[in-house]
Nanobody, 125 residues
């Protein structure tokens, strides 16, 4: 069982930056693939970024490429999402997720097994 706690959300102006953090419990964090998803008001949850457990390969939704960066620090059991050049349409609740082993691209949520409660990011115009 893994528990995930997100932090770092808040209010930022158009073009600003935020860094989200996700702290994970457990002693086997390094064996989990990690990801970030978001859900805007009235919309379905969507994939943002993911990072593998093995080679730290990273994957991004097309609209986030070049603006968002996912990274992980296995010594701290933490995954990060650096968000730059934020836009009002990035406003959403951002969720951290985890999965044992490799990411499963057969699923929209990459087969994630554990989810945090989310942190709200609001980008003002």
């Amino acid at each position: 069982q893994v528990q995930l706690v997100e932090s770092g959300g808040g209010l930022v102006q158009d073009g600003g930056s935020l860094r989200l953090s996700c702290a994970a419990s457990g002693r086997t964090f390094s064996t989990y693939a990690m990801g970030w998803f978001r859900q805007a008001p009235g919309k379905e949850r969507e994939f943002v970024a993911a990072i593998s457990w093995s080679d730290h390969g990273t994957y991004y939704a097309d609209s986030m490429k070049g603006r968002f960066t996912i990274s992980r620090d296995n010594a701290k059991n933490t995954v990060y999402l650096q968000m730059n050049s934020l836009k009002p349409e990035d406003t959403a609740v951002y969720y951290c997720a985890a999965k044992r082993g490799p990411l499963n691209s057969d699923y929209a949520d990459y087969g994630m097994e554990y989810w945090g409660k989310g942190t709200l990011v609001t980008v003002s115009s």
